[in-house]
């Protein structure tokens, strides 16, 4: 009764009712949600401190920068998150449900504010690719078609419900996209603030909300043991010097009987991709996947090659699906 009545004692002001209706709608910063409301960043900035501790906002942060959203209460979210405070999760979604039906005309400006604000996200995200779509677009040809590899990834992780997903080095959020409707919560980590612009606005132009993304360091994560029932590493365990580790911290992150996707290259011989592109390893042997796994205490199930339909100069590269699973 005590954290119900805190909660709705931190929502009864109007600024802070804003808040919380434009929080649901995604994670945004003090800067962006000053621009919206038109007020002084200390004052946005004690409103949010005090909706945080009720636990009806969470709160992380991402490099010099803090993104706040409305309270998720779910452990899979809680990265650098104080976790003794109130979950008022339920309470927070609640308010909003009510005061959005009302035609509140501050709340239909902040709306209209909010959408200008995405836009010059999604601009910014669409700029960032454009610079580096040559280099991606260079990859991709080297190997079978996206839209096939994206098949055989629902195929793989459709099989079974997932209530929570985390994508390990998430970059544009594709991983995100492609399941968003298979599972009930979604976070992609990434360590690039840049990377996590581009999945945010991909995300937005989806209409996703039952998926984030967090910045983060794959090799050291502040996430709980046992906290998603699918992992997946998807075209990054390449760029590691350490990829049993990454493993390892995978493994960490399943819930008994979870799965565990890694998508990435077979071995091949293509060393511009070490020398132009920053690949650490030119591809893995299932044998060798499997020794990783199994050392950190998963098994394997499934191994998929995705060679190019026909091999030549152009194409060389194999995709390919691995699958573990935890014990109990």
């Given at each position: 009764m005590e954290t119900v009545i805190a909660g709705l004692k931190a929502a009864g002001e109007p600024t802070r009712l804003r808040l919380l209706r434009l929080l649901a709608d995604g994670a945004l910063t003090v800067t962006e949600l000053t621009h919206i409301l038109g007020q002084s960043q200390p004052r946005v900035s004690r409103h949010l401190k005090l909706l945080t501790e009720a636990g009806l906002v969470d709160r992380f942060p991402e490099g010099t920068w803090v993104f706040y959203q409305l309270a998720s209460g779910r452990q899979l979210t809680d990265v650098q998150q104080d976790n003794g405070k109130?979950?008022?999760?339920?309470?927070?979604?609640?308010?909003?449900?009510?005061?959005?039906?009302?035609?509140?005309?501050?709340m239909v400006r902040d709306q209209e504010r909010l959408e200008i604000v995405k836009q010059i996200r999604t601009e910014a995200a669409s700029a960032y690719f454009r610079a580096n779509a040559n280099d991606w677009g260079a990859i991709r040809a080297l190997h079978v078609s996206e839209a096939k590899v994206d098949a055989a990834i629902r195929d793989l992780c459709t099989a079974e419900p997932v209530e929570d997903l985390i994508d390990l080095g998430t970059g544009t959020g594709h991983i995100l996209r492609l399941l968003s409707d298979h599972v009930v919560q979604g976070v992609g980590i990434d360590a690039s603030r840049e990377m996590l612009a581009m999945a945010r606005a991909n995300l937005e132009e989806g209409g996703i909300q039952n998926c984030q993304v967090r910045q983060g360091n794959i090799f050291s994560l502040s996430l709980p043991q046992r906290c998603a029932d699918l992992v997946t590493l998807h075209q990054v365990l390449h760029y590691f010097a350490d990829s049993r580790?990454?493993?390892?911290?995978?493994?960490?992150l399943l819930s008994p009987k979870g799965r565990f996707l890694i998508v990435d290259f077979a071995p091949h011989d293509l060393e511009f991709l070490r020398q132009d592109h920053a690949h650490r390893r030119l591809g893995f042997s299932t044998d060798e996947v499997t020794n990783w796994c199994e050392g950190s205490g998963l098994k394997m199930v499934d191994a998929i090659h995705l060679p190019p339909s026909i091999e030549s100069e152009s194409k060389k590269l194999t995709v390919t699906l691995w699958l573990a699973r935890a014990g109990e």
């Amino acid at each position: 009764m005590e954290t119900v009545i805190a909660g709705l004692k931190a929502a009864g002001e109007p600024t802070r009712l804003r808040l919380l209706r434009l929080l649901a709608d995604g994670a945004l910063t003090v800067t962006e949600l000053t621009h919206i409301l038109g007020q002084s960043q200390p004052r946005v900035s004690r409103h949010l401190k005090l909706l945080t501790e009720a636990g009806l906002v969470d709160r992380f942060p991402e490099g010099t920068w803090v993104f706040y959203q409305l309270a998720s209460g779910r452990q899979l979210t809680d990265v650098q998150q104080d976790n003794g405070k109130p979950d008022n999760k339920d309470l927070a979604r609640t308010i909003v449900e009510l005061i959005s039906e009302a035609a509140d005309p501050l709340m239909v400006r902040d709306q209209e504010r909010l959408e200008i604000v995405k836009q010059i996200r999604t601009e910014a995200a669409s700029a960032y690719f454009r610079a580096n779509a040559n280099d991606w677009g260079a990859i991709r040809a080297l190997h079978v078609s996206e839209a096939k590899v994206d098949a055989a990834i629902r195929d793989l992780c459709t099989a079974e419900p997932v209530e929570d997903l985390i994508d390990l080095g998430t970059g544009t959020g594709h991983i995100l996209r492609l399941l968003s409707d298979h599972v009930v919560q979604g976070v992609g980590i990434d360590a690039s603030r840049e990377m996590l612009a581009m999945a945010r606005a991909n995300l937005e132009e989806g209409g996703i909300q039952n998926c984030q993304v967090r910045q983060g360091n794959i090799f050291s994560l502040s996430l709980p043991q046992r906290c998603a029932d699918l992992v997946t590493l998807h075209q990054v365990l390449h760029y590691f010097a350490d990829s049993r580790a990454a493993i390892a911290e995978a493994a960490r992150l399943l819930s008994p009987k979870g799965r565990f996707l890694i998508v990435d290259f077979a071995p091949h011989d293509l060393e511009f991709l070490r020398q132009d592109h920053a690949h650490r390893r030119l591809g893995f042997s299932t044998d060798e996947v499997t020794n990783w796994c199994e050392g950190s205490g998963l098994k394997m199930v499934d191994a998929i090659h995705l060679p190019p339909s026909i091999e030549s100069e152009s194409k060389k590269l194999t995709v390919t699906l691995w699958l573990a699973r935890a014990g109990e």
